[in-house]
């Protein structure tokens, strides 16, 4: 086995610890709109503990806004469901207002919604930044920081901890992460993650892994955690070992792939790597997942939420494309186990499968509000930022 560096540890020590948390895994599921939601959640959770003896990670919601959860909106009401023997609970919140950001952690608190609150300053979408939010709302820093501060003002006196998760800033011409590190720290922070691009470079080309070296060094108080091109145990080992950060955040990675948590959790522990999954595996997996979608969403929906995952599930296999087509038009379980029987399962997991998978796209301009970029100190909150329906 490749040798682990420094930030290893036996299976019987917390490998990470986020305030009031600890966690036998340093490896974080980080929030994807319309991906991490409870089924996928419990499906990754459940492969965890098959594979490796425990859920030792920390799986986090898709983002939901702070507004429409004060609001209870249904559905965001409905993204906030977790099961139950989840813990901890992870809820990502999506907010521009310090005034909402306290109510809505503050109700989190009261109605016990969730164990652990990360705010979302990373989100690269237009539509997102163009009002202010995301990874456009750090070049704000007094902004910034009364958000931040609001966040761990309602959690005063619990064990939730506030994380933040952002960029390395809005382009190459302006970096935010390091005064927002700094910023989150000295407010309350628990831990801050940094996806090591920019807003403009979106999910194109290569995370830049120095930028959480040089945030490493510079935010000391509190875990520092990775996030960018983890598509593999060995990513994850090497991002700690060159960075010195104390986690690591995984997104696009485990598309089609709801094992990599036991495969990261085993590396990163000093454990034995669990064998990738055969067609065959694969197969009840996606028929697993189905199971918790139709759950989660009812059948017919949870069908259709099924078919834009079966791509990354097939990525690499052999399969006709009748088949292939036929599985991401599927609309009920009977339909489905059907189409499944039909793979060989004796099929061995493709290298080919390995590697960046996911939306990457192309980098560009970032949209902003205007005159966004005049005064970074200005904390007026931007208009209707807020106004947007939960994990966009």
């Known amino acids: 086995m490749e040798e682990l560096p420094d930030t290893a540890c036996t299976p019987t020590e917390p490998a990470l610890r986020i305030g009031s948390l600890s966690l036998r895994s340093p490896v974080v599921l980080a929030p994807m709109a319309g991906v991490t939601n409870v089924a996928f959640r419990t499906l990754c959770r459940e492969i965890e ?80 930044t163009r009002k202010g939010g995301g990874s456009a709302l750090p070049y704000k820093r007094a902004l910034f920081r009364q958000i931040v501060a609001g966040a761990v003002r309602a959690t005063e006196g619990t064990d939730i901890p506030v994380t933040v998760k952002m960029r390395v800033g809005i382009d190459a011409e302006h970096h935010t992460h390091l005064d927002a590190g700094r910023i989150a720290a000295e407010e309350g922070a628990a831990a801050v993650a940094l996806h090591a691009r920019t807003a403009a470079q979106r999910y194109s080309g290569t995370a830049d892994w120095s930028e959480i070296a040089r945030l490493k060094e510079h935010v000391t108080g509190v875990p520092v955690l990775g996030n960018g091109d983890i598509f593999s145990a060995d990513d994850a080992v090497r991002m700690m070992a060159e960075t010195g950060c104390d986690g690591v955040v995984v997104g696009r990675g485990c598309l089609g792939r709801p094992w990599l948590f036991a495969e990261l959790a085993a590396k990163l522990t000093g454990r034995p790597e669990p064998t990738p999954p055969n067609l065959g595996e694969v197969a009840a997996i996606m028929r697993r997942h189905a199971e918790l979608l139709a759950a989660h969403h009812g059948e017919e929906k949870g069908c259709r939420e099924l078919r834009k995952h079966v791509s990354w599930y097939m990525r690499g296999f052999p399969a006709g494309s009748d088949l292939r087509v036929a599985l991401a038009l599927v609309d009920t379980l009977d339909e489905l186990g059907e189409l499944l029987a039909q793979l060989d399962p004796t099929v061995p997991f493709p290298k080919d499968a390995e590697g960046p998978r996911g939306r990457q796209g192309s980098p560009g301009a970032v949209a902003l509000p205007e005159g966004w970029l005049d005064d970074p100190e200005d904390c007026a909150v931007p208009l209707a930022a807020d106004v947007m329906n939960s994990g966009g």
């Open 49 to 128: 503990q098959d594979r490796t003896g425990s859920a030792a990670g920390l799986y986090v919601c898709e983002m939901v806004t702070a507004r429409a959860l004060v609001e209870r909106h249904p559905v965001t009401m409905h993204m906030t469901t977790f099961g139950p023997d989840e813990t901890p609970r992870s809820l990502q919140l999506y907010t521009v207002d310090p005034a909402t950001t306290y109510d809505a952690a503050k109700m989190i608190v009261d109605e016990n919604i969730a164990d652990h609150i990360d705010l979302n300053f990373g989100c690269p979408v237009p539509k997102v």
